[in-house]
């Protein structure tokens, strides 16, 4: 049985698979209206997350099957005292695989190694969130055509923003990927991941708190929200919430097929005059999580895809 | 691609249109049961409201359709910060249609302009609760057989009963509605209701703090609860709220015909004692919820009658 | 219109056939995947317990219906000053069955008495908690063979504990039932229950402290967690807490055939070495409990057993 933890956990040919997997669910939608008849998702939400417990019940939805599970944990069993380990091995019985987000690093590991069903990461803490990254990539993937030879701007919070982290290991993989990575000194990317992940592994990458001058050698530009809650102070949040703000003007430095990605929620880091743009293509993105964890979803479950 | 935010929004050919389709759902319910297969309700509830949000899902559940969605803001990616217009374009992907419930008013109108699905107002404030006024209509026309012609009592609180304000705009188009308002001094209509709507389309009315001897003139008697919470001092509340409770007693002298019908739920304002008189109709107005909820996923979602 | 609001409710004749049922559900699942296609389980819990919700949905699904509900008082109707009698009124408008958690005693009694649907008391406050009894019996009955001719240890907290209260109520029906009831003396069970049910029953049972000792003549041991909030001070309840902790050393005395339930959540009453025994069946008693909760569904919708 597999789960899903990391993104790392998949080859490069399951990556690949899972991402022609998505493209052809985008493509062909209908034609997957019933794999999974008959079977049923257990999300289980620690911690809210409305857009990506929503994403994985259309998925499980749109595949003809059913969803159960909680929304946050003060409805769970957790609140009497219920180890991760336990509550996996009771919702076994209940679901045929499960989706977990969960406040704790490191909890859905806990829970993979003692279910008995597929468990999906949905993001634990500031760890990992793979299917926000699978995400990403396939719309790197439908967009540009490619995974390799792509130069990613990465702008906003990057010391804490997890879909960050895990998309710089996830495109690491790819050959000649270059990063340009904008945000504020304080918010830097980690050291281990510029120690062991970029410089270990050789990559271009330059770090910078230039957003408009670098943006014309960018294929990608994937801003990220600045979170009022990573600041110490008010003071700080306020003086460097607003600096890294993607607006129209802005983009009249950037190539005409730099494609523009947000994991969202966005505040307002993208002002909304970028939103009819065609290289915005955050909502698509949203579209493509859907398709991905159906994806995701079907590989898992080890359903077979219908011709 | 059509809204449903205000009873004002559609035609009276539209009304009507939709008022036959409930009651021929409410006849052959089982004819019904399939012409949503495929389809997903969002249920997008940032004010907890279990009756309505359980009416549309039961709606859609039975015609076939799979609902997700949240019943609390404190769920919902709101609570980070995101706009109505971002939420909706978000679940425009996951969804084929949504129902709205929030607490300010306007916001499902702000997010009919960013959705691509039809949005329906479930309640925004004390503004409007389309399809509360729908059920209600249905009911009228159910029990009474037409919805011209008729003297309609409304009682209790009608000063911010938004499913009181709504129906009087919804009435006062069909030909030959009189009202009588009976509420206590304090909780009367609000003065643009009476000024803009009533005065204005010479309708004819009678405000007034005498429920018993109005009783015999009544066509329809919509009773509404008197909330604690829209007093300024508990001894207002206390004083007040007993003035204008239906009883056994007091329903002698009404029409053997005259139907009573409560947006619910009820407090003490009709004792349960009129439960049992044929006339108290307001349980099977719940029904008549679920019914007008199908035929309006149904319209909005342009799907076929079947025949 | 049948109710199960007690296992009492219930004749021999027809707790026999529920459990074979139960028995034939587990052994032919794909049997009744579709036994309640169409139909709608409500399940209002105005207490929040995952466990036996997501069992309820779990086992709906399983049968091809569909779910609606709530998972916690504040955001039902009752928050409103809705009674129940009023809210289950409402309820039979959206569904055909329901399940109903409520922390006042008496609750699903009342819901009962106004319901036009079958209403499953899925736990009300300290008194009943049927489907977790139907689950133990369903539990005993297939892994010994019967339920009859049974010396059932019950361990912890016996004085509070709703399901121990509930299965021994459930087992003096049996012929040749005996009891040993381990508990430190704070915790024994309630004295109507020694008083007019087993000595009025001239039922066969020991009070003691010692889990160790009476290990050996055990056919079940049913282990129950020691709740903080059950304790007057912090003190009393970490001196007692860990005194009656079931060990894999402690389980050397047993019979090779004696089987450990649990109702579970476990907090630490059962060591996490003693799960890999072929003992402990209590994870094998969740699965029993959607199995149980299918059959009582079928049951009291009155749906035909498939051939």
Do not use: W
């Not at 290991?169 to 990575?181: G, H, I, Q």
């Not at 504020?184 to 270990?200: F, K, M």
């Not at 802005?250 to 097929?257: E, R, V």
């Amino acid at each position: 049985m597999r789960h899903l933890i990391s993104p790392q956990d998949l080859s490069m040919e399951e990556l690949d698979e899972l991402l022609t997997l998505g493209q052809d669910i985008m493509n062909n939608q209908s034609k997957y209206a019933h794999v999974c008849d008959g079977k049923k998702l257990a999300t289980l939400f620690y911690e809210p997350s409305t857009r990506t417990r929503l994403s994985f019940e259309a998925a499980m939805i749109n595949m003809g099957g059913q969803v159960l599970g909680f929304s946050e944990a003060s409805s769970s069993s957790a609140s009497k005292g219920e180890s991760v380990a336990d509550t996996i091995r009771v919702i076994s019985c209940y679901a045929d695989i499960c989706a977990m987000r969960h406040p704790k690093e490191g909890a859905p590991t806990v829970a993979a190694m003692h279910s008995s069903i597929p468990v999906i990461n949905a993001g634990d803490g500031g760890h990992n969130h793979p299917t926000q990254t699978l995400t990403d990539l396939l719309t790197i993937k439908t967009q540009t055509g490619r995974l390799d030879n792509l130069t990613i701007g990465m702008c906003g919070d990057l010391k804490f923003g997890r879909t960050v982290h895990s998309l710089i290991n996830a495109m690491v993989r790819f050959p000649n990927v270059k990063f340009v990575l904008i945000s504020p000194e304080e918010l830097r990317i980690p050291s281990y991941l510029r120690r062991e992940v970029l410089d270990a592994g050789n990559i271009e990458y330059i770090e910078t708190d230039k957003l408009e001058e670098n943006m014309p050698k960018l294929d990608i530009l994937y801003m990220t929200r600045v979170q009022r809650e990573r600041f110490f102070n008010e003071e700080d949040y306020i003086r460097l919430k607003d600096s890294f703000i993607l607006t129209k003007d802005k983009l009249q430095y950037a190539k005409k097929d730099m494609y523009i990605l947000h994991p969202l929620p966005r505040v307002n880091e993208i002002s909304t005059d970028v939103d009819d743009d065609p290289r915005a293509v955050y909502f698509k993105q949203v579209q493509n999580g859907v398709y991905m964890r159906m994806a995701l979803i079907m590989k898992l479950l080890e359903v077979e895809i219908p011709c």
